[in-house]
Every structure is written in structure tokens, then in C-alpha cells.
């Protein structure tokens, strides 16, 4: 009888939310979470397909986990993005894992694990349009802290850049209704939590309408049939003053006006936008099924400057997609100087088999050029980060506490409403409490400074 298991996490927030949905799906049939994998009769690997690197880093370690379920007969599950895409791999799965399960599927295992026998093996990929988990409440087990905490809103993508496999490995774009997350969002609230930062892979396009309502049978007046993520937003600010709120991803094409009132409008909605530009080119973002174009883009950040002047933005970066020239890269560093961002995440471009890049373009950008983009994104980006965080110096800021520095444990760090790091020396205030910081000094990446009464 298998009782014990434990879960090894690849990739991203989402799959991170997910494994805590897991272990509440599992707990509840009997099951212990156990967070070493020697004591775990199931193995469950929650898996990222985004880029190569994240499969072959998987593949490696299924390596390793098979020369212990060689010898202690462990059931090994593979779960999450890759399932799909490693399904078709007939010689690897039989080879290696039980049973594979796709992101929409979890609900399932507690019946997928009793039916398993030696001769039995288990894999029929299925993503669902709808939303599969929404009365869930998931285990936390991560940030033990117990501070700040993760709220998925929406599931899937329907925005097919052409570089990108979430839409074929998390399916079509749906949302959770409102009520459910401001459910969520209030017990985490009781819980002691004082962050919460709301998941989709592009939160802007969160929808709540009447079609979800008639599917569910739920009566509504006609006022509340819409609930677009500006609503929402509004919802839970309004509904848990106390809590911090942030979220991630909003996609440029999708960010309406409204959001960016709400964001200016309540205190406890974080002045921070993570808002993915991918290139500074033209070409590039048409190639890409971006949407938008750069000026569009850079009209965009012009608006929320001009309500927040305070907001921090961050975005992610491909260097290297099909067909990019010099002149497209120069246009992205371009690009960057004219906003002068706060972060970002920068990537080499991967090319991922089913998407349309891959069908369609070639990958003719070489691996060293890849490279050397990159590293001049990210040292520009080092600089403008300094800069930005310089201005910080000799301004009070509010901070969470997280948790000890991880450098010197007579330190706090925590992050004030930008999502800066923030570190200052202990005195008499704990975890959780919202304190101001007079910042001193500054590197490219955290702020340094003391705690003021
Ligand atoms: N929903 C988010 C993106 C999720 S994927 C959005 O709208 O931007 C996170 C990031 O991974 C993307 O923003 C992109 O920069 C990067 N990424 C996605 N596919 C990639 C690929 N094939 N190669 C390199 N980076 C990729
Ligand atoms: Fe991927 Fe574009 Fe959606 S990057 S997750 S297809 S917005």
C-alpha cells in the first residue's frame, strides 16, 4: 500500500500553486506529504517545457530516479507541462515513469495510483476547458514563512506567440470565478498571510461572464454577470485591505486602462507591473504574434508612468529568435534605454517542436550570438538597474518582512511595493509586520537600509 509522497518541482509559479493542489487532492485520500524523496513511496515530478534546458534538466534527473525505483520499487509519476509532449516519447515513459498526468488531471490521481499494478502503465493526456480546481483550497508547504502566498485566477493562454508551447501544454485560457478567489484569498488572509500575488499567464485577459454562471448554475443579478481582472482587482482590494496584492503576467496587449486605475487607486495593490515586451523589434513582435507593436508597447508604460509615477516595471526578454539581425537586437537594447526598467528576465531563445515557430521559421540565430545578445541585455539591464535603485537612496520605504537575509542573519529582507529587495538590520520586529525603511545605500539589485519608527 502506498501512502507516502513527495513532489519535485520544475518551472514556474503556476506549478508551484499546483503542487499545493496536489497535496490537498492527496491528503485527503490518506496520503502524506513527505519532503524527501527517500521516504516517499511516490515520486510525483511536476515538469517545465518552456525551454529546452528545463527538459533536458528533467530528463537527466529521471536518470537518477530510476536507479532508485530500480532498487525500492518506487511508483514515479511525471506531471505538468512536459506530460504531453513526453507522452509521445513511447521508448522513454515505458522505460521510466508509471503514469503521466497533464496540468488538468490531478483531481484523478488518488484513482490513477490505486489503479496501478506492475503491469499496468497510465497515460491519456487531457486538458480541459474549463476551470478543473476551483474549490480547492491548496496545502502551503512553500514559503514557509507564511507571509506571502500564491493565488492562480486563470489556467491555460490563448494568445499563441509563436515561440511559445503553453497553449498546447496547459490548453485554452480559463478563468476561476471571483467568488472563489476572494474565498481563497480571505482564508489566506486568516491564516496570517499578508501577500498574495494572483497567477495567470496573462492575467489581463481574466474573464468571469455570464456563460461561466449558466454553466454553473449559479444565480446571479445581471449587474454581476462581468467580471473583467480590473473587477476583480478591485474585489479583493476592497474585501482585504490589509493584504498586499500583486500580480503576474499581464500581457501589453491585453492591459486596460482600467487595470492600471485600480492599481493607482488602492494602497494595497503593489505599484509594480511584470509586462513582457519579448523584443524591441517591429519585425521581431509580428513574427512573434505579439500583437502589439513597439510604439504601441511604449505608449502603454508611457500611461502607467504618467497615473504611477511610481510604479516599477519588469519584462521578460528573447534574444535570438528566428531571423533576428543585429539591427533587431539593437532595436531591443534601444527599447530598454528608452524605459529604463527596474528588472527583467532575459532568455536565449529556445525552439520549442509543435509550436509555429518551429513549423514555420528557422532557428538560424547561432547559439554564440544567442549568448553575446544576451549578455549585453543583461548588463545593460545591470545598469539601469543601479540607477533606478540609486534614486531609492535617503527615501522611507514600506517593507514586508520575509524572512533573515540570506547573507547575514542579523539582517531582515523583505520587499517594498516595487518588489525591491530590501535588507536592514534587526531590531525588535518579526516576520510579517509592515515596517519603513530609510534606505542608506544601494547595489544593481537589493536596497540597504534602517528601520525608522
Ligand atoms: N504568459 C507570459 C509568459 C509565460 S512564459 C507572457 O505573456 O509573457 C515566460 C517567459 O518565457 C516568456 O515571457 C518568454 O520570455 C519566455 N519564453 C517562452 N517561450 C520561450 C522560448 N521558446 N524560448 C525562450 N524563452 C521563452
Ligand atoms: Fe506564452 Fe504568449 Fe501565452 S508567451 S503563455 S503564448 S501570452
Not at 35 to 55: P, Q, V, W, Y
Not at 305 to 332: L, M, Q, R, V, W
Not at 375 to 389: A, D, F, T, V
Request: charged share 25%.
Amino acid at each position: 500500500m502506498l501512502n507516502t509522497f513527495y513532489i519535485e518541482n520544475y518551472g514556474c509559479q503556476m506549478n508551484i500553486y499546483d503542487n499545493e493542489l496536489i497535496i490537498s487532492i492527496l491528503k485527503k485520500n490518506n496520503y502524506y506529504y513527505v519532503d524527501n524523496i527517500f521516504m516517499a513511496d511516490l515520486i510525483l515530478i511536476n515538469t517545465c517545457s518552456i525551454r529546452e534546458k528545463a527538459e533536458t534538466t528533467i530528463h537527466n534527473r529521471l536518470l537518477y530516479i530510476n536507479s532508485l525505483k530500480r532498487k525500492t520499487s518506487k511508483i514515479i509519476g511525471l506531471i505538468g507541462c512536459m506530460a504531453r509532449r513526453i507522452n509521445s516519447n513511447y521508448y522513454f515513459k515505458k522505460k521510466f515513469l508509471d503514469f503521466i498526468l497533464g496540468p488538468d488531471q490531478y483531481r484523478e490521481l488518488p484513482n490513477i495510483i490505486k489503479s496501478l499494478n506492475d503491469n499496468r502503465y497510465f497515460s491519456n493526456i487531457i486538458l480541459s476547458n474549463e476551470e478543473t480546481y476551483s474549490d480547492i483550497f491548496p496545502t502551503k508547504i512553500y514559503n514557509r514563512n507564511k507571509i506571502t502566498s500564491y493565488v492562480t485566477i486563470s489556467r491555460g493562454c490563448d494568445n499563441m506567440c509563436t515561440f511559445c508551447v503553453v497553449p498546447f501544454t496547459r490548453g485554452r485560457e480559463r478563468s476561476k470565478s471571483p467568488n472563489n478567489i476572494l474565498k481563497e484569498c480571505k482564508r489566506l488572509y486568516n491564516m496570517g498571510y499578508k501577500e498574495i500575488t494572483l497567477l495567470g499567464q496573462n492575467v489581463d485577459s481574466y474573464l468571469w461572464t455570464k456563460k461561466n454562471y449558466i454553466k454553473k448554475k449559479i444565480k446571479k443579478t445581471s449587474r454581476d454577470k462581468i467580471v473583467n481582472f480590473s473587477n476583480l482587482l478591485e474585489l479583493i482590494a476592497k474585501n482585504i485591505p490589509n493584504m498586499r496584492i500583486r500580480f503576474c503576467t499581464s500581457n501589453p496587449h491585453d492591459m486596460s486602462i482600467d487595470v492600471i486605475s485600480t492599481i493607482k487607486k488602492y494602497n494595497n495593490i503593489c505599484k509594480y507591473i511584470h509586462l513582457p515586451v519579448q523584443s524591441g523589434s517591429n519585425r521581431i513582435l509580428k513574427l512573434m504574434n505579439r500583437k502589439y507593436t513597439r510604439l504601441e508597447y511604449i505608449k502603454l508604460i508611457e500611461l502607467i508612468k504618467n497615473k504611477i509615477p511610481d510604479c516599477a516595471i519588469s519584462y521578460d526578454i528573447i534574444t535570438g529568435f528566428c531571423t533576428e539581425t543585429e539591427k533587431d537586437h539593437i532595436d531591443t537594447l534601444n527599447l530598454m534605454e528608452y524605459i529604463k526598467y527596474d528588472f527583467g528576465y532575459m532568455f536565449c531563445y529556445s525552439h520549442r517542436k509543435g509550436t509555429y515557430a518551429y513549423n514555420k521559421l528557422k532557428d538560424d540565430v547561432s547559439i554564440e550570438k544567442k549568448k553575446k545578445r544576451l549578455k549585453e541585455i543583461i548588463n545593460l539591464q545591470r545598469k539601469h538597474s543601479y540607477e533606478i535603485l540609486n534614486k531609492y537612496v535617503n527615501t522611507i520605504q514600506e517593507v514586508l518582512i520575509e524572512g533573515n537575509s540570506k547573507k547575514d542573519k542579523n539582517y531582515w529582507f523583505g520587499r517594498n511595493s516595487q518588489n525591491t529587495l530590501v535588507v536592514f538590520k534587526k531590531k525588535n520586529e518579526k516576520i510579517g509586520d509592515f515596517v519603513n525603511v530609510k534606505v542608506l545605500k544601494n547595489t544593481s539589485a537589493t536596497l540597504i537600509g534602517e528601520r525608522i519608527k
